[in-house]
């Protein structure tokens, strides 16, 4: 599966507000995060395709997957064009988005030592994607 461009979603609040539920609200559109150890995808691993949730676009590959044990689902990349990452304003963290809506997923961190091919970990709310099981 390649990525090209995702296509532009743009909603406003309100109607963003109509589609999520409270808490994917809360999360995608304002950069919120899900209790450590209370998503669904934690320590999930079939085969298949993660999307956000938002807009459906697909984001990481059930190979990028990998259990980094922080809480969270960890993904070493994400589908090309399909994430965009933008430091913090405190510059200790760099936020990873949607590249189709701007739905905040999670965090990005480089260099921690996991044993993956691209030595990051997406840490990613399992409130910000919805997974689709392989054929």
Known sequence: MTMAT???????????????????????????TEPKFSGEYDKFFAD????????KTPLYKSSTKFDSGCGWPAFFEGLPGAINRTPDPDGRRTEITCAACGGHLGHVFKGEGHQTPTDERHCVNSISVKFTPAN
Do not use: M, T
């Not at 296509?7 to 995608?28: G, N, T």
């Not at 298949?48 to 807009?55: A, K, L, M, Q, S």
């Open 48 to 55: 298949g395709v993660y999307n956000c949730v938002g807009c």
């Open 6 to 32: 995702p296509v532009s979603v743009q909603k406003s609040e309100d109607e963003w507000r109509a589609i999520l539920s409270p808490e994917q609200f809360r999360i995608l559109r304002e950069k919120d």
